[in-house]
């Protein structure tokens, strides 16, 4: 049999972990992984990995490949994340550099990385088993009967944790950052599986740093900023870029070049000095990633949900100008610390 790969179903952002009581047939919490999303496929002859946007992952996890072929005891479709986990065990995170390294067009680092680098697949949804179509059951059923098939196979495969307890998910909240996780997951226990839905809720970080605008990007339009870089000052003066400010309407887009255009840094002729930026490997080999230079003289506040590294893990959002702060100020100082978690435990 083939299955048919759907498209994930989604989750909304809250605030703040949900009452049960107040969502009809109560919710199940579980840790929020920082990974691929991925829907694998097992027929009992061919594997596939289907992403979020899906794009085939297939060929980039060969031995996730081998592995599900080798260990899932019959065919089914789950729904999970794919990780690389980094450290020695009692001390391990998520490791999102080496993921996102993963996805290479040559074969042979596709191979090399395999080895080096090796994934994991976290199960959290089941969509089908054997030739039965689960899609339409609730969620207690599916998690039960993913419990059932998968309980019991052995690494690269883990079930992830669950509990119905807010209050222990407000606690793995606040600890599982520290293995490199980014919130919580709830859902609804009665709800059916939802396609391209966001029929679940996550719960994640909510942090906020002053910081220097260093640079802007053109939307893609053609028309306003896309987005504007950002940095923050090291120990040692050097300011350093550590992500992007996105999302803006088109009539804010507008208006921020005008805003920005007093700062923009110029050449003896008088033309806006631009750079080429860094091109991610998932964008288009034709995306024009140039950024124009800013003075850094303007400080923004920005809503960010964690750190990876010295770069904010993902896109951050624009909460207002700071004037009143001196760019120098703006350093990693200010950013909250985690504490360390072991990934291990988290599996557990």
């Known amino acids: 049999m083939a299955y048919e790969i759907p498209a994930p179903m989604l989750a909304k952002s809250v605030p703040q972990v949900p009452d049960p009581a107040k969502t009809p047939g109560g919710l199940s919490f579980e840790p929020k992984w920082d990974g691929f999303r991925a829907l694998v496929s097992w027929d009992g002859e061919n594997v ?13 996890f060969p031995e996730l490949v081998e592995a599900f072929a080798r260990i899932l005891p019959e065919p089914c479709l789950i729904d999970g994340e794919i990780v690389v986990p980094k450290g020695e065990p ?6 999102w550099e080496s993921l996102s390294q993963r996805i290479h067009p040559a074969a042979s680092r596709v191979k090399m990385l395999s080895e080096t680098t090796p994934a994991m697949l976290i199960a959290f949804d089941l969509l089908a088993r054997g030739e039965r179509d689960l899609q ?6 599916r998690r ?6 998968l309980g019991g196979v052995p690494h690269p495969v883990h079930v992830t944790r669950t509990t119905d307890d807010p209050e222990r998910a407000t606690r793995w909240l606040a600890e599982f950052e520290g293995a490199g996780l980014d919130g919580v997951i709830a859902k609804p226990l009665a709800q059916p599986y939802a396609p391209n839905k966001r029929a679940m809720f996550k719960i994640k970080h909510a942090r906020t740093a002053d910081v220097v605008a260093m640079g802007y990007r053109i939307h893609k339009s053609g028309q306003g900023v896309g987005s504007l870089l950002v940095g923050l000052y090291n120990d040692d003066g050097t300011l350093y870029p550590v992500g992007g400010v996105a999302a803006w309407s088109n009539a804010r887009r507008l208006e921020l ?3 920005v255009a007093p700062l923009v840094e110029r050449d003896d002729a008088g033309a806006a000095m631009k750079s080429e930026g860094e091109k991610s490997r998932f964008s288009a080999p034709d995306r024009d990633s140039s950024f124009v230079h800013l003075r ?18 993902h896109t951050v959002q624009f909460e207002r100008w700071r004037p009143d702060r001196d760019p120098r100020s703006c350093t990693y100082d200010q950013l909250e610390t985690v504490s360390a978690y072991d990934l ?3 599996l557990d």
């Open 144 to 149: 039960a009967e993913l419990v059932d098939l």
């Open 296 to 313: 850094p003289e303007r400080v923004l506040e920005v809503r960010y949900d964690q750190l990876e590294g010295w770069r904010f893990r």
């Open 90 to 95: 009692g001390a391990q995170r998520l490791d």
């Open 257 to 259: 070049i005008d805003e």
């Open 344 to 346: 291990g435990d988290v």
């Open 136 to 141: 339409p059951e609730p969620f207690e059923v």
């Open 48 to 60: 596939e990995i289907g992403s979020r946007g899906a794009k085939p992952l297939t060929r980039y």
